[in-house]
């Protein structure tokens, strides 16, 4: 599980009671202390960058001086990030792989920028805790000793908490009392419980039906970003890394991953449905919110239509239960309906009706994907059509080429560690 939300917000303290809980717990900002530290990974690196002055009389970097830097200046922010996480996903990565990994587990992943450095989709679920901004901002103050203008400059260098929320699976609202952010934790820390004795097992699909799925799926994607290399950016990076595949835009986007997107785009976002269910099935099996939650981050990098990301979500959600049944049939149109409001949920919309046209060009050729993507009223939506009977069914004419095929097994070979 991932936690997070904005400076301030009393994540912390949230983290702690999960502990007292019993959770296996990580802060990846202590973390990030830790390597910053005189005789840290990051310390030399980091004083090279920014220069002596950021040191305190003893050695130690002073965060205040380095914070002074990096929170006016994107630049700055962006070559600290560079030096120091991926030192601290290196310790994360031990400290997962040493945990007890037992029926029920829930280990608990702790940083502020989770969704804005784009490496969200790596948890199961997500949590975001937030407060009112008046109340966020007055407690940096108090907290930190800060004027107005340092503490809106540190506000301003994360993504607005109501547009985090957006991410979230589930939320703790800590405007309350301590006692009313405890109650909220404990009921937290039961649902997690259960959800994590009832987690499916990883579900790969089939290299020959995945492959199928992508090359008689849509063959474009939104801004230059084609279901292939989609697929073998996340196979090489072991699942969607957001920045990452922001780079593969055309253009690509100027600031970062979640101010990248464009209104009106064609192709839609639910063209790349394909690689990110075959990601999600692999990493976490048939998990219905996994796959919404990933879906809807993607179409949220490429497109700011509501309806269009909800298709993406809607498209990847039945791509996943076609995987699973393993046929097209009358019982994924009853999937539609049950799911669309978990798509627009994380769309933000309900969805537009496009992928309802592509099932129904898919439940009239169940066992053709070629017959389905012809059947379909455009070529965008032949392409969902194709790609739901092509995962389900596979197709003989699909002849993969070997980078494709290294993909597919380097994704559920990765994605399953």
């Not at 587990?105 to 920028?113: E, H, I, K």
């Not at 949920?345 to 070629?370: F, I, K, M, N, Y």
Request: charged residues 25%; aromatic residues 4%.
């Amino acid at each position: 599980m991932g936690l997070t939300g904005g400076i301030a917000c009393g994540k912390s303290y949230v983290l702690r009671r999960l502990a007292a809980a019993g959770f296996e717990t990580l802060n990846l900002d202590a973390v990030a202390r830790d390597v910053m530290a005189p005789g840290g990974a990051a310390h030399d690196d980091v004083v090279g960058a920014f220069g002596p002055a950021i040191l305190a009389p003893d050695g130690a970097i002073d965060r205040k001086r380095l914070g002074d830097l990096v929170f006016v200046d994107p630049g700055a922010r962006a070559r600290l990030d560079s030096l120091v996480h991926p030192r601290v996903r290196e310790e994360e990565a031990r400290w997962a792989a040493a945990a007890d990994r037992g029926p029920g587990t829930v280990l608990v992943t702790d940083a502020a920028l989770l969704v804005e450095a784009g490496v969200h989709l790596r948890f199961h679920r997500m949590v975001v805790v937030h407060c009112p901004p008046e109340l966020q901002k007055r407690r940096l103050r108090e907290r930190d000793g800060l004027d107005a203008a340092a503490a809106e400059a540190r506000l301003a260098a994360q993504m607005p908490i109501g547009e985090k929320r957006r991410f979230a699976h589930f939320e703790v609202v800590t405007a309350g009392s301590f006692a009313d952010t405890d109650r909220q934790t404990d009921a937290l820390a039961e649902t997690l419980r259960s959800i994590a004795g009832r987690l499916p097992a990883p579900a790969p699909v089939a290299v020959d039906r995945a492959a199928s799925c992508v090359l008689l799926g849509p063959g474009a994607g939104p801004r230059g970003l084609a279901p292939r290399a989609l697929l073998a950016d996340i196979a090489a990076a072991g699942g969607p890394e957001m920045e990452r595949i922001a780079r593969l835009l055309v253009p690509p986007p100027a600031g970062p991953w979640y101010r990248a997107a464009l209104g009106g785009t064609a192709p839609g976002p639910a063209t790349l449905a394909g690689p990110v269910a075959l990601w999600s099935l692999a990493r976490a099996g048939p998990d219905d919110e996994h796959v919404a939650a990933a879906a809807g981050t993607l179409a949220y990098l490429t497109h700011d239509d509501q309806a269009a990301r909800a298709d993406a979500c809607l498209q990847a959600l039945l791509l996943q239960s076609a995987a699973a049944a393993g046929v097209v049939d009358d019982r994924l149109r009853g999937r539609h309906g049950a799911l669309t409001p978990l798509a627009a949920r994380w769309g933000g919309a309900p969805p537009t009706g496009r992928v309802r046209e592509a099932l129904r060009s898919a439940l009239r050729h169940p066992q053709d994907a070629v017959r389905a993507r012809e059947d379909a009223p455009d070529s965008e939506t032949g392409g969902l059509a194709g790609a739901l009977v092509a995962i389900a069914a596979g197709s003989p004419s699909a002849a993969a080429p070997p980078d494709l095929l290294a993909s597919l097994r380097d994704l559920n070979t990765r994605a399953e560690t």
